[in-house]
C-alpha cells in the first residue's frame, strides 16, 4: 500500500455514528433494565450526601459475566457525583480493575500519586491510607472506589478495604467502597467477616429476550448509521445473547459486525456477517464455563489443549495430556496432583461438555485400553489464548 492508497483508507465512508459507544468501558446515557440495582445503590448511599457525618458504606455488584455489573456500577458512579455536585458535596469517584492494579498496595499508590503527588513507596498501606483520609478530611471531600474483578486480590486484603472504616475510625472514613464480582469468585472471598462489613449484596440476573432486544436496539442506534442493521438482524443477537446469557457477546457482535462492513466496503450488515462474528467471540465460554473451574482444573484442561496443538490431531491421550500437565504446572510453580486426580479432572471437564472423551481398545495388544479427548465448541488456539490470559493474572503475579 503507498501512501496515496493510505490516505484514501481515511476517506472511505463508515457505517458507524459512534463507535466507542460499543466499548467495554463506555457509560451509557440511559441504562435500561437495572432500575432495581439502581434504586438500591441510591438507597444505601445516598446517606453520603445527606448526612452531615457522611458514613462509610460498602456494596457488592453480583453476577455472571455479561449481566451488565460494571455498567451499572459507573453509570450509578457517573450520576451519583452529578447529583453531589448539584448538592455541592465535593465527590471524587475512582474505578479500579484489579485486572490492572492486582493488589491493595497498587491502588493504594496510585491514590497516592493522584491525590498527594507522592509516589507512595516507602509508606505501609496503612500509612498510604492515612494520607489519603486525611487529605479528604482537610479538603472536605468524600471518595467512592469502585473496585472491578475484586476476586484477583487476596481475601485479607478485600477485608482490609472493608475494615478501612473500623481501622481508622468513622468520623476520618470519608470513603465508601463499591465492589464488583462474579458469583462463583466471590464464594472464594466470602466468609463471616466480609460479610459483616457489607451493607448490600446486588445480584444481577442474565437478560431475557425483550431486554435484550431494549438494549441492542439502543447501543445500535446510537453506534451505527441508520439503516446499517434492521430488526431481524437484531433480533437474531438478541437471542444469542439470551442463549448465552451474555449482553457482552451481542455487544461486540455488532460492533465486529460494522468493522466488517468498513473494511469491505459495505453499507449495511446481514445475517452471514452476524454469524461469522458470532463464531469469532467468545466471551460467553470464557465467562460461564473457564471461570467456574478451580485451579488444578484449568491446568489439566491446558494439559489437553496443549497436547492437541503439538500433536496437530482431533484427539489427545491421557498419558500424553498428563506430562504437558506436569510441565505446565512446574511453569507456574505449582504443585502438579497425581495422575488419577488429573483423571477425575478429565472427567469433571467431560461432565460440563467443554471436552468429549472415550476409552478405545489399543491396538495390537490382547488387553488394555486408553483414553481419547477431543475439545467441543471452542477451537484449540482461541481456548490457549484464553487460558494463557487467565494463568498470567492467577499465578505471574504470585
Given amino acids: 500500500m503507498d501512501e496515496d492508497a493510505f490516505r484514501k483508507q481515511f476517506m472511505k465512508k463508515t457505517v458507524f455514528k459512534l463507535l466507542g459507544s460499543l466499548d467495554k468501558s463506555w457509560v451509557p446515557d440511559k441504562l435500561y433494565c437495572r432500575d432495581d440495582a439502581l434504586s438500591t445503590l441510591i438507597v444505601n448511599f445516598r446517606r453520603i450526601l445527606e448526612e452531615e457525618e457522611q458514613p462509610s458504606i460498602n456494596c457488592l455488584i453480583l453476577g455472571k459475566g455479561g449481566v451488565g455489573k460494571t455498567c451499572t456500577a459507573r453509570y450509578f458512579g457517573k450520576n451519583f457525583r452529578t447529583v453531589a455536585i448539584e448538592k455541592d458535596v465535593k465527590l471524587f469517584i475512582e474505578y479500579f480493575d484489579c485486572i490492572n492494579f492486582r493488589s491493595k498496595s497498587k491502588i493504594i499508590r496510585e491514590l497516592l500519586a493522584k491525590y498527594t503527588h507522592g509516589s507512595g513507596r516507602g509508606y505501609s498501606d496503612d500509612e498510604g491510607l492515612k494520607l489519603i483520609l486525611s487529605k479528604l478530611i482537610r479538603d472536605n471531600g468524600y471518595m467512592l472506589l469502585i473496585i472491578d474483578e475484586v476476586h484477583l486480590l487476596k481475601p485479607d486484603e478485600v477485608l482490609a478495604l472493608l475494615n478501612i472504616a473500623e481501622t481508622f475510625g468513622h468520623q476520618n472514613a470519608k470513603l465508601s467502597i463499591l465492589l464488583i464480582c462474579r458469583g462463583t469468585d466471590w464464594m472464594r472471598i466470602e466468609n463471616e467477616r466480609v460479610l459483616s462489613r457489607l451493607n448490600e449484596k446486588i445480584p444481577l440476573e442474565p437478560y431475557d429476550f425483550e431486554e435484550a432486544m431494549q438494549i441492542l436496539t439502543y447501543r445500535s442506534e446510537i453506534a451505527l448509521r441508520e439503516y446499517v442493521i434492521d430488526e431481524e438482524l437484531l433480533t437474531m443477537v438478541a437471542q444469542i445473547v439470551v442463549e448465552n446469557q451474555n449482553m457482552r457477546h451481542g455487544i461486540e457482535i455488532i460492533r465486529k459486525s460494522g468493522l466488517y462492513c468498513?473494511?469491505?466496503?459495505?453499507?449495511?450488515?446481514?445475517?452471514?456477517?452476524?454469524?461469522?462474528?458470532?463464531?469469532?467471540?467468545?466471551?460467553?465460554?470464557?465467562?460461564?464455563?473457564?471461570?467456574?473451574?478451580?485451579?488444578?482444573?484449568?491446568?489439566?484442561?491446558?494439559?489437553i489443549v496443549r497436547t492437541l496443538i503439538n500433536n496437530g490431531t482431533p484427539f489427545?491421550?491421557?498419558?500424553?495430556?498428563?506430562?504437558?500437565?506436569?510441565?505446565?504446572?512446574?511453569?507456574?510453580?505449582?504443585?502438579?496432583?497425581v495422575k488419577m486426580s488429573f483423571r477425575k479432572y478429565v472427567r469433571q471437564l467431560n461432565q460440563l461438555k467443554i471436552i468429549a472423551s472415550k476409552t478405545v481398545r489399543i491396538e495390537d495388544a490382547t488387553r488394555g485400553r486408553h483414553l481419547e479427548i477431543t475439545l467441543l465448541d471452542i477451537p484449540t488456539v482461541k481456548l490457549a489464548e484464553l487460558l494463557e490470559d487467565i494463568f498470567e493474572r492467577k499465578f505471574a503475579s504470585s
Fill in 262 to 303: 468498513d473494511k469491505e466496503s459495505l453499507d449495511q450488515i446481514n445475517a452471514d456477517i452476524i454469524r461469522e462474528a458470532s463464531d469469532d467471540v467468545y466471551p460467553t465460554f470464557r465467562a460461564e464455563i473457564i471461570d467456574s473451574l478451580k485451579d488444578q482444573e484449568l491446568l489439566a484442561l491446558y494439559g
Fill in 316 to 337: 489427545a491421550l491421557v498419558d500424553d495430556a498428563y506430562e504437558e500437565y506436569q510441565s505446565i504446572c512446574e511453569g507456574y510453580s505449582v504443585e502438579p496432583h
